[in-house]
């Protein structure tokens, strides 16, 4: 319980909280608003996924496939926030909500698996449906919101242009990330394993690997071909090459932090001592966090 809460203390410094990984929301009283953004005539982005902001902050980024036999969801934001998902899926079709594809177990990502209903087929990496089966959120009469589907490490759901690939390539941001391609429409849903262009959120607790991270994201740009657009965890639209660049900074950083526990120095010495100049645009409020889970992985 104290690694819980010093997770939860990671807020400050602009990590996700573990109130947000559990599916907490703080308390308000602002009306709940998400932005959409188009990408193509069948595939929408629920936005207003950026941490930090608890009135605004609805969770990670999610994916609205609208298909022939309905609309596929990827991921489904905090708890609490299922009605305003819902009426922006309205707003661009009359479709039912026929399937829900979690890229990870995160609360923040599976809040509204229940305000959906039992009968919308919920998809999950096998790992990933354990994990969530530790939740409070999924305990008892609501087990019946974990994914009905699981796959191991590939799997194809639809064909033709409803055609959509998960992939699971191995540890990063928890045990279970799943990487989302729409191959018709060339776009790709990376869950938190490419949440933003600061250090990763890895969540031990849950199986994530600061360490095995960077090897991870180089079987996904090895085997994921033909995309032009990557929708991030929690950030706005990117393109392969930032994905690319991502794991550049992911191998730099790990690889730092592993040489610096090897030379001695504390978490605080190997943070100060690692720039992400080199990285236009990059963030170093998570870079200690992402230390910080190199250095505990490494002690173990």
């Not at 010093?6 to 932005?35: F, H």
């Not at 994914?147 to 194809?156: A, F, G, L």
């Not at 550049?248 to 690889?255: T, Y």
Request: glycine share 8%; with cysteine; aromatic share 8%.
């Amino acid at each position: 319980m104290k690694r819980l809460f010093l997770l939860g203390t990671l807020l400050a410094v602009g990590s996700l909280s573990l109130a947000a990984a559990q599916g907490q929301t703080a308390a308000t009283n602002a009306p709940k608003v998400i932005d959409i953004q188009k990408l193509k005539d069948n595939l929408y982005v629920l936005t207003s996924s950026t941490p930090g902001d608890a009135a605004t902050f609805s969770g990670g980024n999610v994916a609205v496939f609208i298909t022939d036999g309905g609309v596929t969801l990827v991921d489904d934001k905090l708890a609490g926030w299922g009605q305003a998902v819902l009426d922006k899926v309205k707003s661009v079709s009359n479709k039912p909500i026929t399937r829900i594809i979690n890229t990870h177990t995160h609360g923040d990502h599976t809040g509204n698996n229940n305000f959906f209903g039992a009968s919308v087929e919920i998809v999950a990496q096998e790992n990933t449906k354990a994990n969530m089966a530790k939740m409070d959120a999924f305990k008892g009469d609501n087990a019946k919101y974990l994914p009905s589907k699981t796959y191991t490490d590939k799997t194809t759901i639809g064909s033709g242009k409803d055609r959509i690939d998960l992939y699971y390539f191995g540890a990063g941001h928890t045990n279970g990330d799943t990487f989302v391609v729409f191959p018709a429409l060339r776009i790709l849903h990376t869950g938190d394993m490419f949440a933003w262009k600061d250090g990763p959120l890895c969540d031990r607790n849950n199986g994530g690997s600061c360490v095995a991270f960077p090897e991870t994201l180089s079987k996904v740009i090895a085997t994921i071909k033909d995309v032009d657009t990557v929708i991030p965890g929690h950030s706005p639209m990117q393109t392969p090459k930032d994905l690319q660049e991502f794991q550049r900074f992911v191998a730099d950083l790990s690889r730092h932090a592993q040489d610096s526990m090897k030379a001695g120095k504390t978490v605080d010495e190997a943070f100060a001592s690692f720039s992400v100049d080199k990285y236009p645009g990059y963030k170093n409020e998570r870079v200690k966090g992402s230390i910080q889970a190199v250095y505990d992985e490494l002690k173990k």
